[in-house]
C-alpha cells in the first residue's frame, strides 16, 4: 500500500495516523502538490493529495474516501461506530475538523502570496471560520458528543487540524477558553501515531 502525500499537510496527516494506529504497513511516497513537477495528477486529476494505492493497484483519493475505504478493511480498531447515524456524526465532526484544516491552508496559501497582492480581508476571514469551528468543536466536548479519551476518525481528524494550526502559527491564541479542546489533542499528540507523523521544521 502507498500514500502519496505531503509531510506537512494535515489531510495526509490524517491518513497517516489512521494507517498507523491500525497497523497496517504502507510506503509514503512524498509529493508536493504545488510543485510544477508533481506528480500528484498521476493519482488524482484534481493534484490534490492524499492519495492511496492499494496493493491490487486501486487508486483512492480525498481524504473522508479513503479514510472510509481503510475502516473497510475490517482492521482494528475501528475508526467509526458500527450504528449507521453514530457513524454519521462522526463524519460529520471529521467534516468539521476538516474544514478548520481547509481554512489554515487558505490563510497559509494567502500569506505566502507577494505582500502587495495579499487580501487584507481573507486571512480575517479564515480565522473567523477556524474559531467558529473550534468552539464548536469545545461545545461538543462540553455536551458528550465528544470525548478527550477517545481514539476515532473525528478526534483524529481534529488533532491533525489542531496540529496544523500550531505547525504554521495561523491561530496561535486557539487554546483560549478551550480547556477541552486542549485535553483532547494532548492526550492524542502523547500516541506514537501522532509522534511518528509530526511535520517537518523548515
Not at 495528477?41 to 492519495?51: Q, R, W
Not at 474559531?131 to 481534529?158: F, H, K, M, P
Not at 479542546?181 to 523548515?202: C, D, H, I, M, W
Request: charged residues 25%.
Amino acid at each position: 500500500m502507498k500514500l502519496i502525500g505531503s509531510y506537512t499537510s494535515p489531510f495526509v496527516r490524517k491518513i497517516s495516523v489512521i494507517l498507523l494506529e491500525k497497523g497496517i504497513t504502507f510506503e509514503f511516497i512524498n509529493e508536493q502538490p504545488y510543485n510544477a513537477d508533481t506528480g500528484i495528477a498521476h493519482y488524482n486529476p484534481l493534484g490534490k493529495v492524499p492519495a492511496l494505492v492499494t496493493d491490487e493497484g486501486e487508486i483512492w483519493y480525498d481524504s473522508p474516501i479513503i479514510a472510509e475505504y481503510i475502516d473497510l478493511l475490517g482492521v482494528e480498531p475501528a475508526m467509526l461506530p458500527a450504528d449507521p447515524k453514530a457513524a454519521l456524526k462522526v463524519r460529520q465532526l471529521e467534516a468539521l475538523a476538516d474544514g478548520i484544516m481547509d481554512a489554515g491552508l487558505v490563510a497559509v496559501r494567502e500569506l505566502a502570496r507577494p505582500v502587495e497582492q495579499q487580501s487584507e480581508t481573507e486571512p480575517l476571514r479564515q480565522r473567523e471560520k477556524i474559531n467558529r469551528g473550534l468552539d464548536a468543536l469545545e461545545s461538543y466536548l462540553q455536551d458528550g458528543t465528544l470525548s478527550v479519551d477517545t481514539v476515532n476518525l473525528a478526534t483524529i481528524a481534529i488533532a491533525c487540524a489542531i496540529g496544523y494550526l500550531n505547525f504554521r502559527h495561523v491561530s496561535p491564541g486557539w487554546c483560549v477558553d478551550r480547556p477541552l479542546l486542549v485535553k483532547l489533542v494532548e492526550n492524542l499528540f502523547q500516541r506514537e501515531s501522532f509522534a511518528r507523523t509530526q511535520p517537518p521544521r523548515a
